[in-house]
């Protein structure tokens, strides 16, 4: 039982950076389109970084690997 909800907490976890990070990356693009680079580049590569850390390093490294295991 403890198995599944950690399972549950980290798949939680990784659909919210995921989230996130594709809003981030909207932002990055809205501002570099309105005119303004630096803060969207900011935006952008914060983008990255979330999109990564929800996708590979939670989703894939964390999720699949002990849904596979259990």
Not at 14 to 41: M, N, R
Not at 52 to 63: C, F, K, N, S
């Amino acid at each position: 039982m403890q198995i599944l909800i950690e399972l549950f907490v980290y798949a939680l976890g990784a659909g919210a950076l995921t989230l996130l990070g594709l809003a981030t990356e909207y932002s990055g693009l809205q501002q570099l389109t309105g005119g303004d680079p630096v803060l969207g580049l900011w935006f952008t590569g914060f983008g990255v970084v979330l999109l990564y850390a929800g996708v590979y390093l939670l989703g894939y490294e964390q999720v699949v690997r002990r849904a596979i295991d259990a």
